[in-house]
């Protein structure tokens, strides 16, 4: 009520428009308390009133959320794409400020701070000589919403019971999401009335929503019953950063309705959709008894071991007196042992093994086509892909089992860089070398900021810069990226993903402080809005090719088992496909006086960045 008693007289002299109260933002699950519309300005206002009536200031985390709901609207709402969208916190007691617009590249203002007794200036001096009106007011306020939330935000709603279509774009380019989770749906269906065994292999490109897929899934009842699917990750982190985002949510969300949980109990209802897949091996080692579920979701499925790795792991670590089985032939056998049906999710990122011992795509149809032929294989038709493939016949491999292709159960399109769907691309151009391609593909990416520089200092100020509201900025590197180390940049210190990932901007520990740095090992599977990418001479330009080093004692070393250079690369394809908005890579200018930080290893990759198009800030 002091809201429209305020309004009434602020815009009583103001040109013809539209409030609206309390209108939805259905990303944030949030409502923002007033826009005001008027022809091509959409004024964003929060109020923050109540406590003290003179002597308040600006909370920054309030100022923070208001810009967080303009950048909202501007990228996700469809009719406010080409709108001037004005952020304005009102904090009632606080002293007069100075109005001065300030816009940014996307046409949202720099947020402006009021006491609420200049709304009225504000608004006359946004307009200038505009007249207002309201011709489009209905086609904007009944436009469609398509957001693109990140990883943890799509898993907190999944969790509380939204379907995967309200919370991701349905646009024809990211179509595939709501066709997958069907298609997926139908084989579990189908597998149960059939008391049949079945597995899908389920691709994309790195962004494109395959673990979105995966939570659907675990996050929702197999039809027919009471069951959940379980959704197991080797990630660690992804794991921790889940769950942690998850039962933080739930305590928050069960407080604000009357019932507080703790967070020990909020993690352990948690943790029975997410769960850490060694957890899951383990417990099949211990027991001959069937898994509980009928349905398992491996994410990251292409990285399981290969047999060699998987049985020095299991002897050495788990006690086993012996271990023939790669990790792929053991979990399925596990769900092999229910006599009744089951299903299997594999999802497969192309390009993402990145640690010794992972196998890719091929362990996988190894075992199925050596113990387990009376399996239903339903698959994308994707797979002889070189990033799936490593160089193998993956069709041949299918031939003599019960194969069927299901299109839908590949995902094409990056969701994760809304702002560049073809970021894969260009990172996977300059993996290859290709530099033509890379700088031909940079010209399709012209609302994805991409920079290099040879400064650390301006590359984190080029993040701050960029970064605005809550969207998220850190820090990213190879984990072997051992001599960043004169740069203060230290890949062998340990960072606890959760707090790196999801505290705020006033906690040390978290990515905003640009201090810690992730490794490819902590960020896989995860994402920020925002990364400087620190690039190091472990995977370096040498003439027309890339040079592959480990740091080993005193010195670098050339990589030359040919796994451990898919791996690095592999590492580098990753640490670039992680920034959602996007991106400045650092690459150092080196060091004539230590050997190990020549110049020479720098400046060609600084070179070839900038063949590929990439601007030097």
């Not at 009744?340 to 992972?358: A, H, K, S």
């Not at 394809?573 to 020549?598: C, E, N």
Request: aromatic content about 10%; hydrophobic content about 40%.
């Amino acid at each position: 009520m002091e809201q429209i008693t305020h309004l009434k007289e602020q815009l009583a002299e103001c040109p013809a428009g539209h409030v609206y109260f309390e209108f939805t933002i259905p990303r944030m699950g949030k409502r923002v308390d007033v826009v005001l519309l008027f022809q091509d300005f959409v004024f964003v206002i929060e109020y923050k009133t109540g406590g003290r009536l003179t002597d308040r200031t600006h909370d920054r985390y309030a100022i923070d959320q208001v810009v967080d709901y303009a950048l909202d609207l501007k990228n996700f709402h469809e009719a406010s794409h080409n709108k001037r969208i004005v952020p304005i916190l009102v904090t009632t007691g606080a002293p007069a400020a100075a109005i001065g617009i300030q816009w940014d590249a996307d046409q949202v203002a720099k947020p402006l701070l009021s006491n609420g007794d200049n709304i009225k200036d504000i608004v006359r001096l946004v307009l200038g000589r505009e007249s207002g009106g309201d011709a489009d007011a209905k086609s904007w306020s009944e436009s469609g919403y398509k957001p693109t939330p990140t990883i943890v935000e799509a898993a907190q709603a999944l969790y509380q019971g939204h379907a995967v279509e309200e919370i991701s774009r349905s646009d024809a380019g990211a179509k595939n999401l709501s066709h997958t989770a069907d298609c997926i749906s139908d084989v579990i269906t189908r597998s149960r009335d059939n008391g049949r065994k079945s597995i899908c292999f389920v691709t994309g490109v790195p962004g494109a929503g395959k673990t979105l897929a995966g939570l659907n899934i675990s996050t929702r009842k197999v039809e027919g019953t009471e069951e959940h699917a379980v959704f197991l990750s080797g990630n660690g982190p992804l794991v921790a950063v889940l769950r942690e985002a998850l039962a933080r949510d739930e305590v928050e969300r069960v407080k604000a309705q009357g019932s507080p949980i703790n967070k020990k109990a909020a993690l352990q209802k948690v943790s029975a959709f997410i769960q850490n897949i060694h957890h899951f091996r383990d417990e099949g080692l211990r027991s001959e008894k069937p898994p509980v579920e009928h349905v398992v979701v491996f994410d990251e499925a292409q990285r399981a071991w290969n047999q060699a790795h998987a049985e020095r792991f299991m002897v050495q670590k788990r006690g086993a007196s012996s271990f023939d089985m790669s990790e792929p032939e053991f979990l399925v056998s596990l769900m092999d042992r229910r006599e009744d049906w089951c299903t299997i999710v594999c999802l497969i990122g192309g390009g993402q093994e990145i640690n010794t011992g992972e196998a890719g795509l091929t362990e996988w149809f190894d075992a199925l086509a050596k113990r387990f032929q009376h399996w239903d294989v339903y698959h994308s038709g994707h797979l002889n892909q070189r990033t799936y493939s490593w160089g193998q016949d993956l069709n041949a491999k299918l031939s003599n089992l019960h194969a069927q292709q299901e299109k839908a159960l590949h995902l094409a399109v990056s969701i994760r860089s809304y702002r560049a769907e073809k970021l894969s691309d260009f990172v996977g151009a300059i993996i290859d070398g290709d530099a033509d391609r890379a700088r031909e593909i940079h010209s399709m990416l012209k609302n994805y900021p991409l920079a290099v520089t040879r400064d650390l200092h301006r590359a984190k100020d080029w993040l701050r810069h960029h970064a605005r509201g809550t969207e998220r900025m850190g820090l990213v590197a190879s984990s072997g990226a051992i001599r960043l180390k004169p740069e203060g940049l230290q890949v062998k210190n340990t960072i606890d993903p959760a707090n790196w990932f999801l505290n705020g901007k006033d906690d040390i520990r978290s990515s905003f402080y640009l201090e810690d740095v992730a490794t490819e090992f902590d960020i896989q599977g995860l994402e920020l809005d925002w990364t400087g990418m620190c690039w190091d001479a472990d995977f370096r330009r040498e003439g027309e090719a890339w040079g592959h080093y480990a740091f080993k004692g005193t010195k670098w070393q050339q990589v030359k088992d040919e796994f451990r250079r898919v791996y690095l690369a592999n590492a580098y394809r990753v640490l670039m496909t992680r920034a959602r908005q996007g991106m400045v890579i650092f690459v150092p200018k080196g060091d004539g006086s230590d050997y190990t930080r020549l110049p020479a290893f720098y400046n060609e990759i600084f070179d070839f960045l900038i063949e590929c198009g990439i601007s030097a800030t």
